[in-house]
């Protein structure tokens, strides 16, 4: 990896036997092994005996690690190249530095060639941290992808001990945070790439399936609150791309997540540029394309001012044609509401028929209304009462153009939420809203954005995206520096 900015040193010296890592592992392992069997065989000693070896090859390895990097640049300076080039800027080489990289088999050192920027005021540059992907912090990829992988579940102070446990490598929180936001500065640039291709994968799938149905692709988005320093709770925001197959089967789903924000436009802008390009890029007859949400501020203006009007990427001057479905469970609980003021508790019954009603009778929503007004005529309630029937068979009446779940089931198209309200539990909830918690929104997006890629299953895909993609620095002079000089005192 480090051909671009040096040249291999012709005389590199090597280790004396002592230093040679496979000797003194060969050596140290013997001694153990001989260890063990001269003593008693007991559970105990088997423990001591792997717990051991673990402890020596893991040594081994990073003394290996750390001999085979310093060995990628010329200990002689003459021999580098004196100048490279790193994303439009222009270096020249200064001097030869330590530094402490963590690996995922502890600390090493690494003595690399500094170069400063040609233009002045602008931080240095080792070619070589670059070329082995050491993220900022100083850490290896595989330790930084290791780390972002443990965070999506534990807090900082866990990770941090499990860092020292397991690796032998002790971090500040300041230092930890670095990392994270360097792996998922990186990661996250390849997400929406690695979310459509999943997704046309399975809208393959679906159109392979057998079944009466169309395939569907059904999106949703929702609100949870998470506590912000300083803030108090705040809405953040929630939203997912679902593909289901011929037999309304739900295949997977991929999320989408952003912190407190007003009008939510980051979250509104990502979701349509996944829904866009999947419907672009996809081949075959067009998916159903179903909104399923409640009925919140959010969720009624991104329907109105962008999902409806969204055109037909691939026939300009159409819009393409959304189902909007109203959560079938949301809404039973405004007929729940009806049922607690009506009976006061006991209209358990009613509400239990009313519900199949609205999901397997044409205009079922309308039967219900006209169920509960009957109802009302003979009773007499009190006036909280009142006002929750009133406020409940209001917002039916209002939305039941959005109720036509006998319609939506004949269809195969979803009729509930519970993928999105899923989503604000296993985005945010679980690791957000733990006891003591407190966020900024910055740091909070960085662990919302690992848990997006962790909860999508694009993990693996969106790492290996990320290492192929990284520029290398480039060589501008491969002539040695021995050699200029010369010329210049001729």
């Known amino acids: 990896m480090a051909q671009s900015t040096a040249t291999p040193p ?79 800027q222009a270096y020249r080489i200064n001097k030869r530095t330590p530094a402490e990289i963590a690996t995922s088999f502890g600390p090493i050192t690494l003595r690399s060639f500094l170069y400063l920027c040609r233009e002045d005021g602008e931080p240095g540059l080792h070619p070589l941290h670059v070329c082995l992907g050491i993220v900022a912090g100083g850490a290896t990829a595989l330790l930084a992808e290791r780390v972002a992988r443990r965070a999506v579940d534990d807090s900082q102070q866990e990770v941090r001990q499990w860092l020292e446990a397991e690796h032998g490598v002790r971090w500040s929180n300041d230092r930890l945070r670095r990392v994270l936001r ?13 979310q ?80 866009t390009a999947v419907l672009r890029q996809g081949s075959g007859p067009r998916p159903r394309l179903v909104y399923v949400t409640d009925k919140g501020q959010a969720q009624d203006d991104y329907y109105r001012r962008v999902l409806r009007r969204l055109p037909d990427p691939r026939q300009p001057g159409r819009r393409l044609a959304w189902e909007w479905v109203l959560d079938f469970f949301h809404v039973c609980g405004y007929v729940s509401q009806l049922a607690e003021a009506l009976f006061a508790g006991k209209g358990s019954r009613w509400y239990q028929r009313m519900r199949h009603w609205l999901r397997h009778r044409a205009q079922g929503v309308a039967q219900v209304l006209r169920s509960a007004m009957q109802h009302l005529h003979r009773r007499r309630l009190s006036q909280s009462a009142a006002e929750g029937f009133w406020k409940a068979y209001g917002y039916l009446r209002r939305h039941s153009r959005w109720m036509d779940y006998t319609r939506y089931r004949r269809l195969g198209l979803p009729i509930g939420s519970g993928v999105t309200e899923a989503a604000c539990k296993t985005v945010f909830t679980q690791r957000l809203k733990r006891s003591g918690m407190r966020w900024h929104k910055e740091s909070g997006q960085v662990i919302v954005d690992l848990r997006v890629l962790q909860r999508s299953g694009i993990w693996q895909e969106v790492v290996r995206k990320d290492l192929q993609a990284r520029a290398l620095p480039e060589r501008v002079s491969c002539q040695p520096q021995a050699r200029r000089s010369r010329r210049k005192a001729a």
């Open 10 to 88: 012709s005389t590199a010296s090597e280790p004396a036997p002592g230093s040679d890592p496979f000797s003194r592992l060969r050596q140290q392992v013997e001694e153990r092994l001989h260890r063990f069997g001269q003593s008693p065989v007991t559970p105990l000693a088997a423990y001591t005996l792997e717990k051991e070896l673990n402890a020596l090859f893991a040594e081994a390895a990073r003394a290996l690690l750390e001999q085979a990097f310093n060995r990628l640049e010329p200990e002689d300076k003459t021999q580098a190249a004196a100048q490279v080039r790193y994303q439009g």
């Open 196 to 275: 459509v291709q999943r997704l046309l994968q399975w809208l393959g799938q679906a159109q392979r399936s057998r079944g009466r149905h169309r395939p569907v692709l059904a999106i949703g988005r929702d609100g949870v609150l998470v506590p912000i320093r300083g803030a108090g709770y705040q809405e953040a925001s929630a939203a997912t791309v679902s593909v289901y197959d011929r037999r309304s089967r739900r295949l997977g789903t991929v999320y989408l997540g952003q912190m407190p924000e007003a009008h939510q436009p980051t979250l509104s802008a990502d979701l349509t540029a996944l829904v």
């Open 182 to 194: 360097a792996f998922r500065r990186t990661a996250v640039a390849f997400r929406e790439e690695a």
